[in-house]
């Protein structure tokens, strides 16, 4: 009951005129952004931060969030009707969203996917305020070795459960460490790796490394690529679902909207949500074959759990103050620079802020459902407009906001030296995530760290000896060890099966 | 220019490598424990230790393992290479001639120069970028433009 009070409250502060308006500005430049390549949410988060200083924090993180859930929702229109995702997440999109299309099936396929993404994130926003609160209550008993714990377990999520090399991926986050480790100690409070650069006393902001890594590195990549796009034309009156496909469709939303849910809430990339709704849809499927050819369950589960992955990422976010991602991980960051505290005290000590942006993500929901399903072609002819003309803009609008975070040229050339950066580390297949989640968690590692070791006279074992950080850390060791006992067991069940076919 | 995809891996993994190495020399100029507990030294030093162990393993293996016959993929285009030169000269200018002078440079010289578009067109979209942004950023979001220092 409390719960539903407390959305009362928080529907109360969202649906003041003000902050509907940054709800529609943040749902449709999301949207616009998960239909244009080459400019994804994080970037097009980090960009537009610094905008957002002089504002309002619920206002703000209304706009900020909706940014992120509308770009997952632009990302299926570009999939399906150009096989080109505009966001990871939508990559399985593509499979039967774009064969769909092909058989002049495009209408149903977008109208399944917005339908299927505003059913899976309502449902998603439900779970978050029962959930949330519920664990920020459980975290209030978190102390040091809790918080490394959680703090690790996102760390390795991320580097181990998504494909690549992961002595990359580890080198990556090594390097976001290393990073955090310029200026200040967190503990003492002295001076480190600042090489004479008083402007290095406060650290490397994390804003400029993610503009560096994200926008400038993803415009520099995207220019070897002669983008280049003829969408197809829809029209309205063909965005729309037969019994048929409403009776296909229905059980593999609720499906992908849990399978969502709890993949969302755990940390980790975001693409495994939807490829494993695509993978049990199309188990439980009577025809296999029917997939890769335009089966419409194919569009609405794995849609379903994207959207709702999304919505689960602020579980852990809001309740926990850890990011599962590299877009929360920025939103973390936002967090800090408007003066909040991430963690279990923001649903005690921040309501206001807390609740209105959970109802928030209801009207965002609604929003972009009616949004999306008149405006598909409005959204489609974006991808009309010639890459040559956006990216020098994009790059223009990230000086802009590097500098507006104090004024300061510094920011500005460090903003260029991390563009070169990442162009390299996408270059030779290095992950820029964990680098960005490592830079992030790592004054809340080091500190976590310290007061084990202080309070425990140096002796790091409990974090493995008490109840709560000891399970955390088997869940790390789960995450470290499960994909290759994963692999092995397919490969030797594939190699028996191979020797029966033999036989 | 082109470089071969494992020279390119091989220099990535000794630049991780090194960035272990120095951090962990450079660890070992700050206090690593106190009667009190871990000190300034002591993330830096297991860090830098980690990140020399996992960037002698990236070398380790660029060497060891066998690969493709070796393909040549571009590290960077024209286009590439214009935008980041146009990028950097950008950046550089900005404290000199202020927010809207080099925005516009910048803007004509990508537009004319890397995308081969026509100068009319380059002028119109950069002297109406440029105004558009001065006016979205400065006058509407009142977000403080670098200004210029020459004039």
Known sequence: MESFSSLALGFSIALTPENLLYCLAGTFFGTVVGVLPGLGPAAAITILLPLTFGMDPISAFIMLGG???????????????????????????????????????????????????????????????????????????????????????????????????KLKALASAGGGFLLAMIGLDPVGGQERFIFGQLDLLDGIDFVVVAMGLFAVAEVLVSLEDAYSAKPMSVRLRNLWLTWDDWRASWKPILRGSALGFVMGVLPGPGTIATFASYGIERHLSKDRSRFGRGAIEGVAGPEAANNSDTIARFVPLLSLGIPGSNVTAILLSAMILHGLTPGPLLFTQEPDFVWALIASMYVGNAMLLVLNLPMVPLFASLTRIPYSFLYPAVLVVTVIGVYAIDNDMYNVWLLALFGAIGYLMRRFEFPAAPLVLALVLGPLVERSLYRTMTINQGDVSVIFTRPISGTIMACIGLVLIGPPLLRFWVARRSANLAKRSVQ | MQIRERSGDLVMAIAVLAIGVAALVGSLSYVYQTEFGPDAGFFPFWLGLAQTAVGAALVWTTIRVRHEPHTKRPIGTRRQFGTAAAFIVYVVVLPLLGFSASTFVFLVAVLALVEARPWLVSLLYAAGGTASFVMLFEWAFRLKLPAASIF
């Open chain 1, 67 to 165: 940014i992120y859930y509308g770009s997952q929702y632009g990302g299926s229109t570009t999939a399906i009707l150009l096989r080109m995702p505009g966001e990871s997440s939508s990559i399985v999109t593509t499979f039967d969203g774009y064969a769909m299309a092909k058989q002049g099936r495009a209408g149903p396929a977008l109208a399944v996917a917005a339908i299927g993404s505003f059913i899976a994130g309502t449902i998603a926003v439900v779970a978050l305020m029962f959930v949330g609160p519920l664990l920020a209550e459980a975290a209030l008993a978190f102390g040091p070795p809790e918080y490394f714990a959680v703090a690790l377990l996102g760390l390795c999520a991320l580097i181990f459960v998504e494909g690549g090399s």
